[in-house]
């Protein structure tokens, strides 16, 4: 079925670095959101996009608007309260979401 | 920020026992979703509706869930028969509609069932 493949699956960081994700999907999907999971288990919606890219103030994501298949998410100068575990989740010809394995990112002071 | 609501946060049961879990969805957001996140962090599709209706629904929800979302009601999403293997969080999403739409997330239920 349907797949989607997130990486790295974790990542260490110091304050101030910049870092990226990916995600790549086995088939066309039709939109893409990145969520960040805290400790708790509440997950933050971080974007949605459904073709090209959006930016919130460090974050920035793109989402291939040609094929449809991977989908990035980009951190500027990380910062403490950017660590947690983000996921990727694809929309599938089912209206379901196919998600990521996730990226554990830990920030460094 | 996502006005899903979903109670309780955190649920303990014993094994064989019922375990019922609710959600509000946002204002306005006919389609709910359930999805099950196990402890390696993998996330399960249960079941969604639009309205008081099932649109699609896993194997497994069919036979060990009992899942509705009544009109002017909170949706629930309750276990028969609790397993310990039904160890999770349990996380409600509500949106607009069917399909290219952003789906927003409640904070969630843990179960641990003992």
């Known amino acids: 079925g349907d797949q989607v493949e997130q990486s790295p699956s974790a990542l260490s960081l110091h304050e101030g670095t910049d870092s990226a994700l990916r995600c790549n999907f086995t088939?066309?999907?039709?939109?893409v959101q990145w969520f960040r999971q805290n400790s708790r288990g509440s997950l933050i919606s971080l974007f949605y996009?459904?073709s090209g890219t959006k930016e919130n103030g460090r974050l920035k994501s793109a989402f291939d608007s040609k094929e449809r298949r991977y989908s990035t998410l980009h951190i500027r100068d990380a910062q403490l309260e950017d660590s947690g575990t983000y996921f990727c989740?694809?929309?599938?010809?089912?209206?379901?979401?196919?998600w990521g394995s996730g990226t554990k990112l830990i920030i460094k002071p | 920020n996502s006005k899903v609501i979903q109670t309780p946060r955190y649920l303990v049961k014993g094994q064989g026992q019922k375990a019922k879990m609710r959600c509000i969805p946002e204002?306005?957001?006919?389609?709910v979703f359930w999805y099950q996140q196990n402890k390696n962090n993998e996330f399960k599709f249960l079941i969604n509706?639009?309205?008081?209706?099932?649109?699609?629904q896993i194997d497994m929800t069919e036979k060990r869930f009992s899942a509705e979302c009544p009109s002017n009601s909170p949706c629930s999403l309750e276990i028969q028969s609790s397993e310990a293997g039904d160890s999770a969080l349990y996380l409600c999403a509500s949106s607009p509609g069917q399909g290219n739409t952003e789906v927003f997330f409640g904070k969630g239920t843990r179960l641990t069932v003992v």
């Open positions: 989740a694809a929309e599938g010809s089912n209206y379901q979401l196919i």
């Open positions: 996009l459904a």
């Open positions: 088939t066309t999907m039709r939109s």
């Open positions: 204002k306005g957001h006919p389609v």
């Open positions: 509706f639009q309205n008081q209706e099932v649109l699609q």
